[in-house]
């Protein structure tokens, strides 16, 4: 028996079974349980139609392959070979398709995500280096449809960023950037140096799953909330109105066992209410993560990967500006178009990214 079609019992009748529960009105009532298995009925609706596809092409096979044997006519012959070698060339792809929905998914992936750049090494050149980092992320949304909104900003004295954090909503936003996370090193003349050396700079990159409510237990009633007013651009109001927000929570960290005050700012818009509804999202964010580091090092112990590590004080990117070349060395991938990706054009590297660990997966899954 095929093996492949072995692994695929029973889950027809797991997802009529989920179909029934999420109409449940006391599982919808429990939203964290609706929201996971509404997530496990779309991925088993995906499998299931790659499943038909495959199951289909194997039958027309068959079929083909008895007419064959049984017809005479020289025309239909042919067909039916030109049918069995179309059909036979395309099933190693459709099983590598099931075999990696057959893997379970990162429950993260399909957060959306807070984006945080911070220039590293390298003083103001560092700072416009994640300036430059975040234009590209920017203009990368862009072409995914991808909301982008930034919840603070500190800039360099020359310019960019000493840090950026922004928030990124949209569709498998974490799935798709979380190869990002790492430290980014940058080699190019400054535009403050005088003798054309070639200077080496860093910013890192941390992509955070942004938490749901019910991911995490705040007591709101312990928060602490200071208002000031922002600064910056902006209409004839935005100096004269308290709506910029300060938030002050004390919280044990899970690792350590210590308490510590967490300091969250939101100046994102002129409705201090909507900036309160922020800093809350940056605080439960900054919690998750926090307590979710433990499983992330697990997966990444156990799977070995050079693809996502969890360790965010990897080098993983080289940008060489002389050269123009990019090299991404968890991979050894090199390309020469330095403008275009530090313009959006990254989709080509994170396909081979999302190849490698796939690949990765597979052989750790033994499917």
């Given at each position: 028996m095929n093996t492949l079609l072995s692994r695929l019992e029973?889950?027809?009748?797991?997802?009529?079974?989920?179909?029934?529960?999420?109409?449940?009105?006391?599982?919808?009532?429990?939203?964290?349980?609706?929201?996971?298995?509404?997530?496990?009925?779309r991925h088993l609706e995906r499998l299931l139609a790659s499943a038909r596809s495959y199951r289909r092409a194997l039958t027309d096979i068959d079929q083909a392959r008895q007419l064959l044997e049984s017809e005479d006519d020289a025309e239909l012959r042919a067909m039916a070979r030109e049918e069995v070698d179309t059909l036979a060339a395309a099933l190693p792809r459709m099983e590598e398709e099931i075999k990696l929905l057959l893997i379970p998914e990162d429950p993260e992936d399909s957060k959306n995500v807070v984006l945080e750049i911070r220039g590293g090494t390298g003083g103001d050149e560092a700072a416009l280096f994640a300036g430059d980092l975040a234009r590209m992320y920017t203009r990368y949304c862009e072409t995914k449809g991808w909301n982008v909104q930034v919840s603070s900003a500190s800039e360099g004295a020359a310019g960019g960023y000493k840090e950026i954090i922004m928030s990124v909503t949209g569709d498998n936003v974490y799935g798709t950037l979380k190869y990002e996370s790492g430290?980014?090193?940058?080699?190019?003349?400054?535009?403050?140096?005088?003798?054309?050396?070639?200077?080496?700079s860093a910013a890192s990159v941390a992509v955070l799953p942004e938490a749901e409510p019910f991911d995490v237990q705040i007591n709101e009633g312990e928060i602490k909330w200071d208002t000031f007013r922002?600064?910056?651009?902006?209409?004839?109001?935005?100096?004269?109105?308290?709506?910029?927000?300060?938030?002050?929570?004390?919280?044990?960290?899970?690792?350590?066992?210590e308490q510590q005050e967490i300091l969250i700012e939101c100046t994102e818009t002129r409705d201090q209410p909507?900036?309160?509804?922020?800093?809350?999202?940056?605080?439960?964010?900054?919690?998750?993560?926090h307590e979710h580091q433990k499983y992330v090092d697990d997966i990444a112990s156990r799977r070995r990967t050079l693809v996502s590590t969890?360790?965010?004080?990897?080098?993983?990117?080289?940008?060489?500006?002389?050269?123009?070349?990019?090299?991404?060395?968890?991979?050894?991938?090199?390309?020469?178009?330095?403008?275009?990706?530090?313009?959006?054009?990254?989709?080509?590297?994170?396909?081979?990214?999302?190849?490698?660990?796939n690949a990765e997966k597979l052989k750790a899954a033994e499917i």
């Open positions: 029973g889950i027809d009748a797991r997802f009529e079974e989920i179909g029934t529960l999420i109409t449940d009105p006391s599982v919808i009532a429990d939203q964290q349980r609706y929201v996971k298995l509404a997530k496990e009925y430290v980014h090193r940058v080699q190019r003349v400054p535009a403050t140096e005088t003798q054309g050396r070639v200077h080496t922002s600064s910056g651009a902006g209409g004839q109001n935005v100096n004269k109105v308290n709506s910029g927000v300060r938030l002050r929570y004390m919280w044990v960290n899970p690792v350590t066992g909507k900036n309160k509804e922020r800093a809350l999202a940056r605080l439960r964010t900054f919690i998750y993560d969890g360790d965010r004080s990897a080098k993983i990117r080289t940008y060489n500006y002389p050269q123009g070349r990019i090299t991404d060395h968890r991979i050894g991938y090199t390309i020469y178009n330095l403008p275009a990706f530090m313009d959006g054009d990254i989709q080509d590297c994170i396909d081979h990214l999302i190849v490698a660990e």
